[in-house]
Each structure stands twice: as C-alpha cells, then as structure tokens.
C-alpha cells in the first residue's frame, strides 16, 4: 500500500495551491481518506476527510472556508484544494486512509510521506 502526495512547495499568503495524493495497493473508493498536517514543533493535526463516496467532508475549524477535500476514486486520487493561505497552514501535510469517517489519527492506518507547504507572509 502506497500513498504518494505531490503538489506542495512555497507560496505567498493569500495564494492557493492543490494537493493531490494517489493511492496504489489499494482501492481507494473503499476508504475513507484524510489529510493531517505537522507544523515543527507540533503534533499532526487533522485538516479534512471525504467519505468513500466523496458525499460527506469534515473539516478542522482553522481551514473551513478555506479548504476543499474531494476525491476521484476512478483514479485512486484524492485532493486537498488549499486557497487563502496563511503562513500558519505552513507545515508537512500527509494524505491518510481509513476506515472511519472522523478527526482521530488512529482512524486512519495508511499514512503517506507528506508533502511541504510553506506559505510565507
């Protein structure tokens, strides 16, 4: 099982960018997936999840507004569009999947390597 994000790098606050994960070894629409993010020196924080069939998101309160999870199961991929940014969204954000729709790391037990998203100010 893979999970693979991409879409990360360096952006000026109040700029976007799209983070794609793809998943391989699994099937991808039978897991829920999420998105975590870890700021240095802080613990891994949840950021959004999508239910297998894409009809039901939640998000942490500090991206609602801001984020949008989606997914594309025919291709084993999910986003995370990130727009208004601001320099504390900067942090590692990994792609998760698993098998309860929710805010709790242990729900998810495939995990990817991340990707950096710096924003700066």
């Known amino acids: 099982v893979q999970l693979v994000e991409s879409g990360g790098g360096l952006v000026q606050a109040g700029g976007s960018l799209r983070l794609s994960c793809a998943a391989s070894?699994?099937?991808?629409?039978?897991?829920?997936m999420g998105w975590f993010r870890q700021a240095p020196g802080k613990e891994r924080e949840f950021v959004a999840a999508?239910?297998?069939?894409?009809?039901?998101?939640l998000y942490a309160d500090s991206v609602k507004g801001r984020f949008t999870i989606s997914r594309d199961n025919a291709k084993n991929t999910v986003y995370l569009q990130m727009n208004s940014l601001k320099s504390e969204d900067t942090a590692v954000y990994y792609c998760?999947?698993?098998?309860?729709?929710?805010?709790?790391?242990?729900?998810?037990?495939?995990w990817g390597q991340g990707t950096q998203v710096t924003v700066s100010s």
């Open positions: 070894g699994l099937t991808a629409g039978w897991y829920v």
């Open positions: 999508i239910s297998r069939t894409g009809d039901t998101a």
């Open positions: 998760a999947a698993g098998g309860e729709l929710g805010s709790r790391r242990d729900a998810y037990g495939y």
